[in-house]
């Protein structure tokens, strides 16, 4: 019922908005102007295309369907500007098989790279600032695998903008296109539905390798945040991602109020383009969810239950995301993953602007992050 890692990858390198206004990241090879025109995505590694001569993968062309109206350009992707895509073999993976899937490393991507995440106050003083400055130089590094597409009819040949975006930034941008609805209907490839934790799975695994590719750090993981241990935002502080400043800003002693909010060009950040936190300041959602509301969900026997949306009763997956209410005397309007975003009350309350927030990383994995 969620996505496969192989065809999420392929969804992961456009996610569009709607039929009159789109923003996608693209392979950097595949934004030259011979790849859109012969409508070929299949870069080259090693020598040859998907690294074919390696014995890692080979150039596919995918399958052929009609788009569905309205056009929404996230389905059947990539057919709306490839025609054919690399197809990677065994556990090599990537846009041009030079990866490796997750959990695996190494050259032939043979060697198992196992990972037991640690919840983020445990870490070592050593583990916490290598895990910092490795965010930082991701927020401060262009990447130089992607770009970032912008257009405001792509039904017009030629009518879209390539810019370059860091890697911390790709990230934000992922988020936001899986959250916008498909065209003519109010569902998304990320949330309200039975992908939600497959697809913040993959996206995590995603970032992480793409962090591991910058650094060299191959070490690198999301730590996870166990808010049941704490009434309070205990890593709403310098140590960890910033205390709270003057109106809501970052504190100016953290290097995360430099922090800025990526989504300049669609317009819906804040005023001032700076990261926003207020925890527990909205009356509506001053509390964090506890180790009751987390017992009560993995209490849930059933995955998913029709219709496998907001409304779904019973559903382990409807009430770890919080639509589904505890019944308690906090008299809650939303729970589990959906108030963990209200309570920090901010940047990281509004879908669009969430991943801007680093604490997103630790705050939305606690229910997903165990190993891998």
């Known amino acids: 019922m969620g996505l496969s890692y192989q065809v999420w990858c392929l969804m992961v390198l456009s996610y569009m908005m709607s039929l009159k ?38 150039c596919a ?11 929404d350009y996230r389905v059947n992707w990539p057919r709306a500007f490839y025609d ?11 846009f041009d098989c030079s990866q490796c899937l997750p959990g695996w490393r190494g050259p032939m991507c043979m060697q198992r790279h196992h990972v037991e995440r640690k919840e983020i106050t445990d870490l070592t003083d050593s583990e916490r600032d290598t895990f ?24 017009v040949d030629g009518n879209y903008v390539f810019h370059n975006t860091s890697v911390y930034d ?48 191959q070490g690198f993981y999301i730590p996870y945040w166990d808010w049941t241990r704490t009434k309070d935002c205990n890593i709403c502080t310098n140590k960890y991602f910033g205390g709270v400043g003057k109106d809501g800003r970052i504190d ?51 995955f998913d239950t029709p219709p496998f949306d907001k409304t779904s009763k019973n559903s382990f997956r409807n009430k770890l995301e919080g639509f589904e209410i505890p019944v308690d005397s906090r008299r809650l309007n939303n729970s ?16 669009p602007t969430a ?10 994995s606690f229910s997903d992050n165990t190993y891998i």
Request: charge should be positive; include cysteine.
């Open 21 to 58: 206004g789109a923003e996608a990241q693209f392979p950097h090879a595949c934004t030259k102007p011979e790849a859109l025109q012969t409508r070929v995505c299949c870069p080259l590694w090693n020598g040859s295309p998907c690294g074919f001569n390696s014995g890692r993968g080979v």
């Open 61 to 71: 062309p995918h399958p052929a369907k009609d788009l569905p109206k309205p056009v």
């Open 84 to 94: 054919s895509v690399c197809t990677c073999w065994g556990n090599y993976d990537g």
């Open 132 to 155: 910092l400055s490795n965010l930082h130089q991701a927020k401060q590094t262009t990447s130089s695998r992607y770009t970032i597409l912008t257009s405001n009819d792509t039904t």
């Open 170 to 217: 790709l990230y934000v941008w992922m988020h936001y296109y899986s959250a916008k609805s498909y065209a003519g209907s109010e569902k998304n490839a990320a949330h309200r539905g039975p992908a939600f934790i497959f697809w913040h799975r993959v996206f995590l695994l995603f970032i992480e390798r793409e962090i591991r590719e910058l650094t060299g750090n």
């Open 252 to 302: 100016s002693a953290s290097p995360f109020s430099k922090w800025k909010e990526s989504l300049d060009i669609i317009c819906i950040q804040s005023a001032s383009g700076h990261l926003i936190r207020n925890p527990g300041k909205d009356p509506l959602y001053k509390t964090l969810p506890t180790a009751g509301d987390v017992e009560d969900t993995m209490a849930m026997p059933l």
């Open 336 to 351: 589990m993953h959906n108030l963990v975003h209200r309570y920090l009350n901010g940047t990281m309350s509004l879908v």
């Open 355 to 364: 991943a801007n927030d680093p604490i997103f990383m630790g705050g939305s």
